[in-house]
């Protein structure tokens, strides 16, 4: 600072109390998906109580609801649905010129297999009707969250809030309860999938937001 000026203000915030209300809830969110899901890894590769509560939960809600409805709906979650839905969402900001915005969703998306596919093989948790294991935590729940998600997150600036994020939300919590009713994954596989994929999608929110306060109009960056 040049003497007898004042000092100019710091680019950071001093404190978490000094953030603005949509960040500290944004961080407290984040804060909350991390310890959310390292309790529940930690109970999966310990064998914990609160593993046990999640079977008793499982045999009780397993095989309810209309199989013909569930079986669509677990399909959400697959590759052949999800990802034409996000390459859609996707090509449409590409044309609309939004290449930064395409490539940092292309890239949420590619991170699912890669933090997921290792999770499943270190926890080597069995499925609820099978002996199979690689269950935890739930591809299919982090497929859907990820890619609908980034959908709603790119369509943001042209569709609006009150359509995307409804719908994506609605899309994930279906396709997370059907996977439970079908009994192709336990409850707990689920959440800690919507944990881990809630905090993809706050990353890819916080970089969607650096970019629109580059001063870039949506559908030119």
Do not use: N
């Amino acid at each position: 600072p040049v003497p007898g000026r004042p000092a100019p203000p710091s680019r950071f915030p001093r404190s978490v109390a000094a953030l603005p209300a949509p960040a500290r809830l944004r961080l407290a969110a984040a804060s909350a998906c991390a310890v959310l899901f390292a309790l529940i890894t930690w109970q999966v590769l310990a064998r914990g109580p609160l593993l046990r509560l999640d079977e008793r939960l499982d045999r009780t809600v397993v095989g309810h609801g209309p199989k013909p409805v569930t079986a669509i709906l677990t399909d959400l979650g697959s590759m052949p649905v999800a990802l034409p839905v996000l390459a859609l969402a996707l090509a449409w900001a590409l044309w609309r010129g939004a290449r930064a915005s395409v490539l940092a969703g292309a890239l949420t998306m590619a991170a699912v297999p890669a933090l997921v596919v290792p999770l499943k093989i270190w926890t080597d948790r069995p499925g609820p009707l099978t002996d199979a294991t690689g269950y935890y935590p739930s591809g299919h729940t982090a497929t859907a969250m990820v890619a609908y998600g980034t959908a709603a997150l790119v369509l943001l600036p042209y569709a609006g809030r009150r359509a995307t994020v409804p719908a994506a939300a609605l899309l994930t919590v279906a396709t997370a309860v059907a996977l439970v009713l079908r009994g192709y994954h336990w409850p707990l596989d689920v959440i800690a999938s919507g944990a881990l994929c809630g905090l993809l999608l706050l990353a890819l929110g916080a970089v969607l937001r650096r970019l629109a306060a580059r001063g870039t109009p949506p559908g030119t960056d």
